[in-house]
């Protein structure tokens, strides 16, 4: 069973408060006006003092488009005595051992399940997130209510925000971070590109700017993606393999990320370590993959588009379940070994890794909607299209001997098995057809 899986998925209801509203008729008396004007100018004094109070209110020096700032740069507030407490709350190990950790993105898909798998075993762990509107934020907050119970606290900002990454390594000493913020998707890419270069290329290397430059040093695992093998036609896919034949733009800003890892590594001494996710599915997962808008769209008698290559070639996925990708999160976190810099000098040679994440058993994306089919008892109305052009590529197949040896990563979890979860999940979050995934 998977570790949220007990927590109630009911969003939160949220009421709202209904303010006392009590009518007055204004009498224009002489008092009445110099009274008016007194509360006016205090109101006054207030707006300002709180503008000037909070440095994330400030207009972001580095500008973004409209577009960007409409979707993660929102006035996020931060700071002062009660959230700085919150914070350190938090992020206090309560383990022996136990170590403490930044999660960014934490309430992603991934983020969510391993910020509460940290939790659960007595780390510290903080999150980060810009609950932007890539998919639907109610989804995002309603993962934050199931992790504020379990006592993580998700910090409202953008990884871009160096000011504020750098507040929260002055109250914390992380001993790791998790960074898993990024633009996910890989059609998206070509509707809003300049999203994947601000969260993945922008956003990862001011995660970096502040890892190296704190002392100590955390040690860093993230996010990269099987899309990185691109064109590759050798199967397994093997770490070893070539990564320079990206077929997105998503898939080009995960194999920058790599490379600046590498850079970060080389002259500073972080301690890096690049997890290659393949398809990562499950409870609590994201609306815009095909597993999810499959579940809703067949429920709603809407027709599924699925891909097929040329001369009817099967499209397929190394399908990964959430708990496998945690278990190798974890494992990469603990045997990361200590960054050797310090204040941004490097003292030595650090580690820099990069494993596969999979599960190294491809399913034909037609076979995922037989299973969808069966747990859901509804005939999906396929529609059998061209595999567009638009940064899909055929296959993925992960190759975990690395990740075996050194992790000790075993995924567990067949697609059957991990649908099945994932929709008795959607099933209980969104009831089985009047509410439904946006
Ligand atoms: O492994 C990865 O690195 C990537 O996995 C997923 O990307 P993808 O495998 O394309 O996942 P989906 O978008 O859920 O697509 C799954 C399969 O369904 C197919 N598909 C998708 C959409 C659709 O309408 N029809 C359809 O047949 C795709 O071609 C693909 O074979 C994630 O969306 C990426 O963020 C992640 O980095």
């Known amino acids: 069973m998977s570790h949220i899986d007990n927590i109630p998925s009911t969003p939160g209801k949220f009421k709202m408060d209904k303010s006392p509203y009590i009518h007055h008729r204004l009498r224009w008396h002489s008092s009445s006006i110099a009274k ?72 992603g898909f991934v983020g969510t399940h391993v910020s509460a ?40 900002g953008d990884i871009n925000d160096m000011a504020l990454l750098k507040k929260l390594f002055d109250i914390v ?31 990862l290397v001011s995660v970096l700017e502040v890892c190296k430059s704190v002392n100590p040093q955390p040690a860093i695992v993230w996010a990269s993606s099987s899309s990185v093998y691109g064109l590759n036609t050798k199967v397994p896919f093997s770490e070893k393999d070539r990564t320079d034949q990206p077929a997105s733009l998503y898939a080009a800003t995960k194999k920058a990320g790599e490379e600046i890892a590498h850079t970060y590594n080389h002259i ?34 809407k027709s599924i588009p699925i891909f097929e290559a040329a ?29 050797t810099g310090s204040g941004g000098k490097k003292k030595g040679a650090a580690q820099l890794r990069v494993f596969n994440l999979g599960n190294t058993s491809p399913v034909p994306v037609s076979d995922l909607v037989s299973i969808l089919e069966r747990l859901l008892k509804v005939k999906a109305k396929r ?28 995924p567990t979890t067949d697609l059957q098995t991990g649908l099945k979860k994932f929709v008795r999940w959607y099933l209980s979050y969104y009831g089985s057809g009047k509410k439904s995934a946006q």
């Not at 890096?272 to 499959?294: K, S």
Request: charged share 20%.
């Open 36 to 107: 008016l004007t007194f509360w006016s100018f205090i109101f006054l004094g207030l707006i300002l003092v709180f503008f000037f109070r909070s440095p994330s209110t400030a207009p972001s020096s580095t500008s973004p488009s409209s577009d960007l700032s409409r979707r993660s740069l929102r006035t996020n507030s931060w700071g002062g005595p009660t959230w700085e407490k919150r914070v350190k709350s938090s992020a206090k190990i309560r383990s022996r051992n136990g170590i403490s950790v930044l999660v960014t993105g934490a309430a």
């Open 117 to 156: 798998a940290l939790k659960r075993r007595g780390d510290g762990v903080l999150g980060l997130d810009n609950f932007n509107d890539y998919y639907d934020p109610s989804l995002k907050r309603a993962r934050q209510a199931l992790l504020e119970r379990t006592g993580v606290f998700i910090v409202e």
């Open 173 to 203: 000493q992380f001993t790791h971070v998790m960074h898993l913020a990024a633009q996910a998707g890989v059609r998206y890419a070509m509707e809003n590109p300049s999203s994947y270069v601000h969260s993945n290329i922008a956003g």
């Open 268 to 301: 500073y001494g972080l301690s890096l370590t690049g997890l290659r996710f393949f398809t990562v599915y499950g409870p609590w997962g994201r609306p815009d993959m095909a597993y999810f808008f499959f579940t809703r769209d067949i429920l709603k008698g």
């Open 311 to 339: 001369n009817h070639g099967t499209v397929a996925r190394d399908f990964t379940y959430v708990d496998d990708i945690v278990k190798g999160c974890l494992a990469a976190l603990d045997t990361a070994e200590k960054s």
């Open 383 to 410: 529609l059998i299209m061209k595999l567009p052009r638009n940064g899909d590529v055929q296959f993925t197949h992960a190759n975990i001997s690395l990740a075996q040896r050194e992790l000790g990563y075993k």
